[in-house]
């Protein structure tokens, strides 16, 4: 039996705003979820609502096979880390994290020894006489951390909690999170908007868009079969080329370029004659050059990006655009004309209407 349930779960704000549609969905002991969209799409609602922060306008939430929708906050076991980390500015390290068991009345003997297995765990040993304000903000955040899984408790929520770091600490964090997953094990639902936090940490990512959710599944099934056009472009960077076009003699056109729907789509070509039809591939699935089974294209090189590991090639074809991403031995010169091959295996066909993924 999965742990945690969320059965059509809806969020209706006093003012009448719908936040939150038929959310839906099966969490089981020791998943690492991650919550990923554009602002405003509902993630922290979400998550506010299992946290019991926030009433649950409709559907049903279950812990461990029983109905929570009416518990409290403290009833359901679980843990919150905060964007904002908010640490007591006048205690030391080992007094934040010793916080809230301090409050409940804690022996001080198993508050010293879980403080210190917690600081252990977070790499906090060293600095546990500290004051928050001689902390580096990675550190700082690694207290919070430390404050929510010192409690025993069910499940940890964080909201977007790497985001007051800059860009470095930032990464150095998120591995150091994914390391306290793997020692604790515990349940966890993580809100972000940065989708590579999201693939990197996520042993499931749900996508979610204007408050319902687009496509729940593992950051291998979002970046190869993502169900429709907005987690094909939200997932991956640069984002997935889309090629919008009308279907005329089962060819679509790129910039003049004939791309033949036969091939990708074999006998079901015909039903799409006179549709419009999404013709999409990643900028890396593409080589320079002529390929075997791959469309063939021609384009004009307008900018390119060196990133060191790959270079993006920015190409128009009759005033449409798409990115490549290439070895940065291949470079292309800028203003070239190039030929570029798109294997077969690589390309996404979407409805243009629906924007479901077709094939
Ligand atoms: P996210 O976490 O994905 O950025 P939120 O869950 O915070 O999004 O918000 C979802 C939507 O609900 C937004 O449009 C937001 O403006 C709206 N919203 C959030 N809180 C309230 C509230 N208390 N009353 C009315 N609308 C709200």
């Known amino acids: 039996m999965s742990y945690l349930t969320l059965k059509n779960i809806n969020k209706i704000y006093p003012n009448g705003y719908h936040a939150v549609h038929n959310f839906c969905m099966d969490i089981d002991k020791g998943e690492f979820i991650v919550f990923v969209g554009p602002s405003g799409c509902g993630k922290s609602t979400t998550l506010r609502m299992i946290?019991?922060?926030?009433?649950?306008?409709?559907?049903?939430?279950?812990?461990?096979?029983?109905?929570?929708?009416?518990?409290?906050?403290?009833?359901?076991?679980i843990a919150m880390v905060f964007q904002?980390?908010?640490?007591?500015?006048?205690?030391?390290?080992?007094?934040?994290?010793?916080?809230?068991?301090?409050?409940?009345?804690?022996?001080?003997e198993i508050i010293e020894e879980k403080?210190?297995?917690t600081a252990r765990i977070l790499g906090l040993t060293d600095y546990l006489d500290?004051?928050?304000?001689?902390?580096?903000?990675?550190?700082?955040?690694?207290?919070?951390?430390?404050?929510?899984?010192?409690?025993?408790v069910g499940v940890f929520l964080m909201d977007e909690p790497l985001s007051n770091l800059?860009?470095?600490?930032?990464?150095?964090?998120?591995?150091?999170?994914?390391?306290?997953?793997?020692?604790?094990?515990?349940?966890t639902i993580y809100v972000t908007h940065d989708q590579t936090e999201a693939m990197t940490l996520a042993d499931r990512i749900v996508v979610m868009k204007?408050?319902?959710?687009?496509?729940?599944?593992?950051?291998?099934?979002?970046?190869?079969?993502?169900?429709?056009?907005?987690?094909?472009g939200f997932i991956g960077e640069p984002p997935m080329n889309f090629i919008r076009g009308v279907v005329r003699g089962g060819n679509i056109s790129f910039g003049g370029n004939v791309l033949e729907l036969e091939k990708k789509l074999g006998s079901r070509t015909g039903d799409y004659e006179g549709k419009e039809i999404i013709f999409a591939f990643r900028p890396e699935a593409v080589t320079l050059g002529g390929a075997e089974d791959a469309y063939q294209a021609e384009a004009l090189v307008e900018l390119t990006e060196m990133l060191g590991d790959s270079v993006n090639v920015y190409i128009t074809a009759q005033e449409e655009k798409a990115i490549?991403?290439?070895?940065?031995?291949d470079t292309p010169e800028i203003d070239s004309s190039i030929t570029f091959s798109i294997p077969y295996k690589d390309v996404y066909l979407f409805d243009g209407e629906t924007e479901n993924v077709i094939l």
């Open 84 to 108: 904002s980390y908010a640490l007591y500015p006048q205690m030391t390290v080992f007094d934040n994290i010793a916080f809230g068991l301090t409050l409940q009345g804690v022996d001080e």
């Open 51 to 77: 946290a019991g922060l926030e009433d649950i306008s409709n559907g049903e939430f279950l812990i461990d096979g029983k109905r929570a929708n009416e518990w409290g906050p403290r009833e359901r076991q």
């Open 210 to 232: 204007d408050g319902y959710v687009q496509q729940i599944g593992t950051p291998y099934d979002l970046y190869f079969k993502p169900v429709n056009v907005f987690v094909a």
């Open 130 to 152: 500290r004051l928050p304000r001689a902390l580096s903000g990675g550190q700082r955040q690694r207290v919070a951390i430390g404050r929510a899984i010192i409690r025993k």
């Open 324 to 329: 490549l991403k290439v070895d940065p031995h």
């Open 166 to 187: 800059d860009a470095k600490q930032r990464v150095t964090m998120r591995s150091e999170i994914a390391q306290i997953h793997r020692e604790t094990g515990a349940t």
């Open 115 to 117: 403080v210190k297995n």
